[in-house]
């Protein structure tokens, strides 16, 4: 225990050491400040034009469906209710929330990054990696949801091939008007 406390004392030292600070301010302006900007302000982009469609698809094709609905009627059942679509605004709110910490670590690298000093250099990573957390949680959310709609299709298609088509299928029943004729055009 004592060499860890060591190693993390000469660790500690050596990240105060007047070389190492100005090592990390020069290869933070020389190479990354420009890419961080740029990279920031791209995945804000990427997320701020790709929320609008997640949000709308997970509606459509994940709490909009009959399979959604009989869950939800389950858990409120056994009194575990919450909103019906608190899953999809909580993940609204995350994304929204890493377009914004997106937003910030691209505009801090072109303000903040600009004071060449060790403080504004370890402000910048650290808002760079605040954005890239934000990220991985809406990674995650998007995951749970997925796997909660496949858990569902899966109990839909295991109905369809059991036979009963009728309480698996998401789709409306076909009724007869909308059977093609033997000859293969529609009944009138």
Request: proline share 4%.
């Amino acid at each position: 225990m004592d060499a860890l406390f060591a190693a993390i004392g000469s660790f500690w030292t050596h990240l105060q050491s007047q070389e190492f600070q100005t090592w990390a301010v020069d290869s933070y302006v020389k190479a990354m400040r420009a890419s961080m900007f740029t990279g920031f302000l791209t995945l804000s982009g990427f997320l701020l034009s790709a929320t609008t469609f997640v949000i709308i698809q997970m509606k459509k094709e994940v709490y909009g469906e009959q399979f959604y609905l009989d869950r939800c009627r389950k858990q409120r059942k056994y009194g575990k209710g919450e909103p019906m679509y608190a899953p999809l605004r909580r993940l609204s709110r995350v994304l929204m929330l890493a377009i914004a910490l997106s937003l910030f670590a691209s505009l801090s690298q072109v303000t903040v990054g600009l004071y060449e000093t060790f403080t504004a250099v370890v402000f910048c990573y650290t808002s760079g990696i605040l954005a890239m957390a934000g990220v991985a949680v809406v990674l995650g959310l998007m995951t749970k949801n997925l796997r909660a709609w496949f858990d569902d299709l899966d109990a839909a298609g295991e109905k369809l091939l059991a036979g009963d088509q009728a309480a698996a299928s998401p789709l409306p029943a076909p009724t007869p008007e909308s059977q093609p004729a033997e000859d293969g055009s529609k009944k009138a």
